[in-house]
């Protein structure tokens, strides 16, 4: 019979990439997790690691245990969430990660529904970008990831977790000048014209008009900004990006003072009135994706049920009568 715990030492090391990893994350010394991997490879009576220049892989034998335990860790957190079904009081904590924009605009509502629902339940929030926290929810880290899509530029879909629609967010052209606050809601004023000015070629036009302007967009290597330069490009020019940050309040202050244009969607304004010009952008490339994704063995956790619940409340709130 395999030892559970070091089976789950192998499977931090799959997700965590260096025995180094595994070991500041489980608050172990690596010597330790070294030697507790020995012992599994005793007890498989095969090599699990081999040696890969100063770092380690797994051997075929062992990327087979990882996927036994997987299912059995599945099975266990499944086995969780039947016992706390069986409660009338949810307890315990869930940790939930989500990027800025979703965390300002829709975790504080969810909290307070939760908060006033269930005062036992300890929900911990930390603030990672999708391309962090879902490595991270499959190492077991987060319980529930809020997580966003761009256009053109679908996610990886790892075996073993679960998606579920949050809201469509569209993103919209900012350009870089200060303007007034409109009488309507610059938004409602956009969505009535974006069929026609479709239609005639303006979205492109509007992005045209800004090759020479200074940019701010979101760091090299990232989702958003892969599909901003593409898009860009596919107006025929590319994009002069003078700032780079995740934090896209940087970016509203930047297109406020009228230094920098920027691609911002609607949940930068959490349910207020924009402070900008908002113009639309080519049809197919106007709308992000926001999901929450949880593994599979939690999808039925009471738990996760009443944050998924919460999140989709906290859409409501922030879209407004």
């Not at 192998?10 to 595994?22: D, F, P, Q, S, Y």
């Not at 335990?69 to 099975?75: F, I, M, W």
């Not at 077991?140 to 998606?163: C, H, I, K, M, T």
């Not at 599909?227 to 590319?238: K, M, P, Q, T």
Request: charged share 25%; with cysteine; glycine share 4%.
């Amino acid at each position: 019979m395999f030892d559970l715990h070091r089976l789950r030492l192998l499977r931090e090391l799959k997700h965590r990439g260096t025995l180094a990893a595994v070991a500041a994350a489980l608050s172990y010394a690596p010597s330790s997790v070294s030697q507790q991997l020995s012992q599994l490879e005793a007890e498989a009576g095969v090599p699990l690691l081999e040696p890969v220049g100063r770092r380690v892989r797994l051997t075929e034998q062992a990327e087979i245990l990882v996927a036994h335990t997987e299912a059995v860790l599945a099975r266990l957190e499944r086995a969780e969430a039947d016992i706390a079904a069986s409660l009338t009081e949810l307890t315990g904590t869930v940790r939930v990660a989500s990027f800025q924009t979703a965390a300002l605009a829709l975790v504080p509502a969810a909290l307070a529904l939760l908060r006033d629902r269930h005062p036992l339940l300890r929900v911990h929030v930390t603030q990672w970008e999708p391309e962090r926290a879902l490595p991270a929810l499959q190492a077991r880290d987060f319980d529930l990831v809020l997580a966003e899509e761009y256009p053109g530029s679908p996610n990886p879909r790892p075996a073993g977790l679960e998606q579920q629609d949050l809201l469509d967010d569209p993103l919209r052209l900012a350009p870089p000048r200060p303007t007034e606050v409109p009488d309507t809601d610059a938004r409602e004023d956009t969505d009535a014209r974006e069929d026609g000015e479709a239609e005639a070629g303006a979205p492109s036009a509007a992005l045209r008009a800004l090759a020479g302007r200074p940019w701010v967009m979101e760091p090299e290597g990232t989702p958003a900004r892969r599909w901003a330069v593409a898009l860009c490009r596919d107006a025929g020019f590319e994009p002069d990006v003078r700032f780079e940050s995740t934090d896209l309040l940087l970016h509203l202050r930047l297109v406020e003072q009228g230094l920098a244009a920027a691609f911002l969607p609607d949940l930068v304004w959490s349910g207020r009135r924009p402070t900008v010009a908002l113009h639309p952008l080519p049809r197919g490339r106007r709308t992000r994706r926001v999901f929450t994704v949880v593994r599979q063995g939690r999808t039925h956790h009471p738990a996760v049920l009443a944050c998924r619940a919460a999140f989709h409340e906290a859409v409501a709130l922030n879209s407004g009568p």
